[in-house]
C-alpha cells in the first residue's frame, strides 16, 4: 500500500471514530425540574372535554428559574372508574426570556379515593426543539404530578420531572 493511501485510510479511520464517539444528536444530558402552575378549564361543546390553560414558574436544571406555560385537552370519562386522558403542548422560558424549550405531550389523571378534590396525574413529554441554545433539543421525561381543583374550572397542582435531553454541540 503506497503511503499516501495509508494516510487516507488513516484519515478516513479517524473520522468515522470521532463521528461513532460524538454521536448524530450532539449532547444529552438528564435533566429535572419541578414546580407550582395554575390552570384554568374553558369547556367545549363536548360536555367531557375541556380546553385547560395552565401557567405556572418552574426550576428546571437546564434552564434556572423559568416559566411553564401549556394548553391542553383533557378528557373526562362518560363513566367512573376511567382515568382523565390529557394532551397537549407547551413551552418552559427562561427567565430573561432568551431560551425556550418546547415539548408535546400526553398522559392521564385519576381523582384520589380520599378527596375527589384531588387528583394524581402522570404525563410523557416529548421536547421538540425551542429558541437559543435549545433551538435543537430532542428527549423525552416524565412528569408526576398532584392536581387540587379549587372550584369545577380551576386549581393548582405541583409536580416533579425526570427525563433526557439531547442538543446539537
Known sequence: ???????????LTLGCTALA?????GR?????????????????????????????????????NCTDQAELE?????????????????????????????????GSASPDPANPAFFNSKYQLTFTGGSGALASATGSAEIEEVVLFTSPLT????????GRVTTRR
Open 28 to 64: 444529552t444530558v438528564a435533566v429535572r425540574a419541578h414546580a407550582g402552575p395554575s390552570f384554568a378549564f374553558t369547556p367545549t361543546a363536548d360536555p367531557y372535554v375541556f380546553k385547560a390553560t395552565v401557567n405556572g414558574v418552574a426550576q428546571f436544571s437546564l434552564l434556572g
Open 21 to 25: 464517539f460524538s454521536g448524530p444528536h
Open 74 to 106: 383533557v378528557r373526562f370519562p362518560a363513566s367512573p372508574g376511567q382515568p382523565v386522558l390529557l394532551n397537549g403542548s407547551g413551552t418552559f422560558t427562561s427567565s430573561d426570556g432568551t431560551t425556550t424549550l418546547s415539548f408535546t405531550l400526553t
Open 155 to 162: 386549581g393548582s397542582a405541583s409536580w416533579v420531572l425526570e
Open 1 to 11: 500500500m503506497k503511503p499516501s493511501q495509508v494516510i487516507k485510510v488513516i484519515a
